[in-house]
C-alpha cells in the first residue's frame, strides 16, 4: 500500500517539475551579453570558461580592461547561468555568453541554480 501512496503522487510531482523548468528555463538558447553593442559576440574572446562538470573552468580569469570573456555551455542537459550583480546570462544548458569589462576590478559570478558554481574575473 505505501508504494502504491508514493507511485501516485509521483507522476504528479514529476510533471509539475518538469512544467516548472520548463517555464524557467529555456532549451537550448544560445545567448549574448548586452554588451557588445548590439548583442553581437565579438570577434575574439580573451579568456574562455566552460560550464561542465557543475563547475566553472577555469574558475578564475584574468583579463585586461576592454576584454570580453566568453562562457561556452558543456554540461546539458544540466541548465546553468552565470550571474554577476549587475548583469547575467539566461539559465540555459547550452549556448555561449559574453561580456566585455569596460572598468577594472574584480568580478565574482556564480551560477544560481548551483551553490558551489562560482567564478571569478579579474579586470586589470
Known sequence: MHSRALNRWRLP??????????????????????????????SGAAATVLLEKVSFDPSTVTINVGQTV??????????????????????????????????????????TLHRQMVGTVIVK
Open 13 to 42: 510531482l514529476v510533471l509539475a517539475g518538469l512544467a516548472l523548468a520548463a517555464a524557467c528555463t529555456p532549451i537550448n538558447v544560445p545567448v549574448s551579453s548586452a554588451s557588445p553593442p548590439g548583442g553581437r559576440p565579438p
Open 70 to 111: 566568453k562562457w561556452v555551455w558543456k554540461d546539458a542537459p544540466i541548465p546553468h547561468n552565470v550571474t554577476f550583480s549587475d548583469f547575467h546570462s539566461a539559465t540555459v544548458t547550452n549556448g555561449t555568453y559574453f561580456h566585455t569589462f569596460n572598468q577594472p576590478g574584480t568580478y565574482a559570478y556564480s551560477c
